[in-house]
């Protein structure tokens, strides 16, 4: 059974840095896309980066320049670095992959449990 487990929340100051993890654990899959998405209160879920099985990436525009994601193939992880965190980054961060099972040859959007930043002083 594929898990996403996301790692690396917390409370960061204003201007600060944070770097969230996100593992894949199981077996008998291959890992097409991975990315970060986020959901402040009382907003809806938004697109923050994404990262290819071949290493394309793609950044939404408000991160562009303070932000980094990156996947290690040995580990089956993905890591998001930010920098120069905004209080309007503060959100629930959630891990997505889409995945296909060698089993039955599904491919599914996997999401983890999501991981809380808060920005503040």
């Known amino acids: 059974q594929v898990q996403l487990v996301e790692s690396g929340g917390g409370l960061v100051q204003p201007g600060g840095s944070l770097r969230l993890s996100c593992e894949v654990s199981?077996?008998?899959?291959?890992?097409?896309?991975m990315g970060w998405y986020r959901q402040a209160a009382g907003k809806q879920r938004e697109f923050v980066a994404s990262?290819?099985?071949?290493?394309?990436?793609k950044y939404a525009e408000f991160v562009k320049g303070r932000i980094a994601i990156s996947f290690d193939n040995a580990k089956d992880t993905m890591a998001l670095q930010i920098d120069r965190l905004k209080p309007e980054d503060a959100a629930v961060y959630y891990c997505?992959?889409?995945?296909?099972?060698?089993?039955?040859?599904?491919?599914?959007?996997?999401w983890g449990q999501g991981t809380q930043v808060t920005v503040s002083s």
């Open positions: 997505n992959a889409d995945i296909t099972t060698w089993g039955d040859m599904r491919t599914d959007a996997y």
């Open positions: 199981g077996a008998g899959f291959k890992i097409n896309v």
């Open positions: 990262i290819s099985s071949g290493g394309s990436t």
